[in-house]
């Protein structure tokens, strides 16, 4: 926590979106406007029918387009003076920024950059977004701090950060625009210039939509590290490694490598390729990619020193063994009951649930079979420990699953949809970290 600092927000990120708008809305006006050009040639008598949807489609764009001239310079100004003032500054779950009457969080997530002034008074973070946040501080230390608490915070009991490719998007965006620029060239060389100009457009346009397509696609990349294994997020959906699955890690100059059963080579890529490329970046923002790299490595060098804990007897008593989920709830329910500690009943103690809920190593069955088994327990200690296990699953049917038999039910699809999702576990070997040659 840094107390009384000097901070001024600048909400970029608005300001950016209204003028990605405005520029959407300007290249469609005209990709309409070209369209109808090819169209009324040969619409002949119906003209005015077919061209009264592009006319109509053009007014709107239009309109937005004035809308956002209009508010375009309001809103970089109002970003470009932001709001200051003294302010507490917490890491958490989130970076919270805390002024009398005010309380804002930005995601640990999108706290992709990070600069120190020359004097060594100011920080400055960057979001992915454009937000930009500095804080003053007394100690050029303190920013190495702050960059530190930013790289290993966490938010609902996981670990995240951002991925990258190794291609950049914009060299992506870069060859459509010249494929357009191409064809337009063609297109005037053997036809004339309204047509040529027209069908320029039209292509640049298909270009464009396709290079933002590839971009969304390939931007928003995920790794969640959490007590059960890492999953890999994006637009297209999950995937989950569980640590019984990584056999070696090896440190890459941007990120790790993860060597997995069976031979399958997974890097992970967390320092941005453009960091290296832009001489205009301080060092600050490498220090937080490095600093979430090291991180992860720590995370999985944990993990390799617990080994696989041998759940035991607490395993065998939580197995399913075929049974419907209501069969099986009432019998989870029963070995914590009082009425089945007789001597010929095998008993599981809450202490025993709870470290086999708890143990990111066990198979998800059994964790499942734990929380259904402590469900029946309504105090608020159990109910927190519940939660805070839940919420440490990277795996998200797994935490669904969890979340759902801590209520006291669950049913067979939430329970095979988990089961399926974790990979099969083999036995937890020692994880070898190895640091690239110098």
């Given at each position: 926590?840094?107390?009384?600092?000097?901070?001024?927000?600048?909400?970029?990120?608005?300001?950016?979106?209204?003028?990605?708008?405005?520029?959407?809305?300007?290249?469609?006006?005209?990709?309409?406007?070209?369209?109808?050009?090819?169209?009324?040639?040969?619409?002949?008598?119906?003209?005015?029918?077919?061209l009264?949807?592009?006319?109509l489609?053009?007014?709107?764009?239009?309109?937005?387009?004035?809308?956002?001239?209009?508010?375009?310079?309001?809103?970089?100004?109002?970003?470009?003076?932001?709001?200051?003032?003294?302010?507490?500054?917490?890491?958490?779950?989130?970076?919270?920024?805390?002024?009398?009457?005010?309380?804002?969080?930005?995601?640990?997530?999108?706290?992709?950059?990070?600069?120190?002034?020359?004097?060594?008074?100011?920080?400055?973070?960057?979001t992915?977004?454009?937000?930009?946040?500095?804080?003053?501080?007394?100690?050029?230390?303190?920013?190495?701090?702050?960059v530190?608490?930013?790289?290993?915070?966490?938010?609902?009991?996981?670990?995240?950060?951002?991925?990258?490719?190794?291609?950049?998007?914009?060299?992506?965006?870069?060859?459509?625009?010249?494929?357009?620029?191409f064809?337009?060239l063609i297109?005037?060389?053997?036809?004339?210039?309204?047509?040529?100009?027209?069908?320029?457009?039209?292509?640049?346009?298909?270009?464009?939509?396709?290079?933002?397509?590839?971009?969304?696609?390939?931007?928003?990349?995920?790794?969640?590290?959490?007590?059960?294994g890492?999953?890999?997020?994006?637009?297209?959906?999950?995937?989950?490694?569980?640590?019984?699955?990584?056999?070696?890690?090896?440190?890459?100059?941007?990120?790790?490598?993860?060597?997995?059963?069976?031979?399958?080579?997974?890097?992970?890529?967390?320092?941005?390729?453009?960091?290296?490329?832009?001489?205009?970046?301080?060092?600050?923002?490498?220090?937080?990619?490095?600093?979430r790299?090291?991180?992860?490595?720590?995370?999985?060098?944990?993990?390799?020193g617990?080994?696989?804990?041998?759940?035991?007897?607490a395993?065998a008593?939580?197995?399913?063994?075929?049974?419907?989920?209501?069969?099986?709830?009432?019998?989870?329910?029963?070995?914590?009951?009082?009425?089945?500690?007789?001597?010929?009943?095998?008993?599981?103690?809450?202490?025993?649930?709870?470290?086999?809920l708890?143990?990111?190593?066990?198979?998800?069955?059994?964790?499942?079979?734990?929380?259904?088994?402590?469900?029946?327990?309504?105090?608020?200690?159990?109910?927190?420990?519940?939660?805070?296990?839940?919420?440490?699953?990277?795996?998200?049917?797994?935490?669904?699953?969890?979340?759902?038999?801590?209520?006291?039910?669950?049913?067979?699809?939430?329970?095979?949809?988990?089961?399926?999702?974790?990979?099969?576990?083999?036995?937890?070997?020692?994880?070898?970290?190895?640091?690239?040659?110098?």
């Open positions: 926590m840094f107390k009384r600092c000097g901070v001024l927000i600048q909400p970029y990120a608005d300001a950016r979106f209204v003028g990605r708008l405005l520029m959407s809305a300007l290249a469609w006006l005209l990709v309409v406007f070209s369209v109808a050009s090819l169209v009324e040639p040969i619409a002949g008598p119906l003209a005015t029918v077919l009264t949807p592009f006319v489609l053009g007014l709107l764009l239009a309109l937005l387009c004035v809308a956002c001239m209009l508010y375009t310079p309001i809103a970089w100004l109002w970003a470009a003076v932001g709001s200051s003032g003294a302010s507490v500054v917490r890491v958490s779950n989130a970076l919270w920024i805390e002024r009398p009457g005010d309380r804002r969080s930005f995601s640990l997530l999108s706290l992709t950059r990070a600069g120190l002034s020359s004097s060594g008074g100011e920080v400055t973070l960057r992915d977004d454009g937000d930009v946040i500095r804080v003053r501080v007394d100690d050029p230390v303190d920013a190495e701090r702050l530190g608490a930013i790289a290993a915070g966490r938010a609902r009991g996981t670990w995240s950060a951002r991925l990258y490719d190794d291609v950049s998007p914009l060299l992506r965006r870069r060859l459509f625009v010249g494929v357009a620029s064809v337009s297109c005037w060389a053997v036809l004339d210039f309204d047509l040529a100009l027209s069908l320029g457009v039209i292509t640049g346009g298909s270009a464009w939509a396709l290079a933002a397509l590839l971009r969304e696609g390939s931007a928003r990349r995920v790794l969640v590290a959490g007590s059960d890492l999953s890999l997020r994006d637009e297209a959906g999950e995937r989950f490694v569980s640590f019984g699955c990584i056999e070696r890690v090896d440190e890459t100059a941007l990120g790790v490598e993860l060597l997995l059963t069976g031979g399958e080579e997974l890097p992970l890529t967390l320092v941005s390729p453009q960091l290296l490329r832009d001489p205009s970046e301080t060092g600050l923002s490498m220090v937080l990619a490095e600093r790299r090291e991180h992860l490595l720590a995370l999985l060098r944990e993990r390799s617990c080994g696989a804990r041998e759940v035991g007897r395993g008593l939580l197995e399913r063994r075929g049974l419907p989920a209501p069969a099986w709830r009432a019998a989870l329910r029963r070995l914590l009951s009082e009425a089945g500690a007789d001597y010929r009943t095998a008993k599981l103690t809450r202490e025993q649930a709870f470290a086999v708890e143990d990111g190593g066990a198979p998800a069955e059994l964790r499942i079979g734990a929380a259904l088994a402590l469900s029946s327990s309504r105090d608020v200690q159990t109910a927190e420990r519940l939660r805070i296990a839940a919420e440490g699953c990277a795996n998200r049917d797994v935490r669904l699953a969890i979340e759902q038999a801590a209520e006291g039910d669950i049913d067979d699809g939430m329970l095979e949809q988990a089961l399926s999702s974790s990979a099969a576990r083999p036995a937890m070997s020692a994880l070898r970290c190895v640091k690239p040659a110098a």
